[in-house]
């Protein structure tokens, strides 16, 4: 069975060569890709519970849990007690998290210009525009971003 005949293998394979090209972009800043997601994510909501992001992200709790331990340990989130809710914590970006962000954002905007070099302007604005539209229609969002019908930040 030839593998060419699913379309999505192309997609699935492109992804991990584009976050391949991210990982050495974020390594000088010691900040993997999901975890770029992450800082950007807080930078936008200002707080967030560990199980709030992990819904955002789509993964396990277990799974949160283990990539903001490393966060924590490596100063760039903190975890502290909710002030609405003392039995619940929150995280947050700490100063040198949100120093950051615009590092991130600029590896971010390499890689948007590098599938622009290789795609010209053009199919690369008709492919995020159909990623996006790809991800939305699999019920997934940017995280931070208000959902149809709710009324909260998640």
Do not use: C, Y
């Amino acid at each position: 069975m030839q593998h060419d005949q699913f379309s999505f293998h192309f997609l699935l394979h492109a992804g991990d060569l584009v976050e391949e090209h991210l990982r050495r972009r974020l390594a000088d800043l010691d900040v993997r890709p999901r975890q770029a997601r992450v800082l950007d994510a807080l930078g936008r909501m200002g707080t967030a519970s560990q199980v709030d992001l992990a819904r955002a992200f789509h993964i396990t709790p277990a799974s949160m849990s283990t990539m903001t331990v490393r966060l924590i340990a490596a100063g760039l989130i903190s975890r502290e007690t909710d002030p609405e809710e003392a039995r619940s914590n929150v995280l947050k970006l700490t100063a040198r998290g949100q120093s950051l962000l615009s590092a991130i954002h600029l590896a971010w905007q390499d890689v948007d210009r590098m599938i622009e070099e290789r795609l010209g302007a053009d199919k690369a604005a008709a492919l995020a525009i159909l990623t996006r539209e790809l991800r939305d229609g699999l019920g997934g969002r940017m995280p931070g971003a208000v959902s149809p019908g709710l009324k909260t930040s998640l």
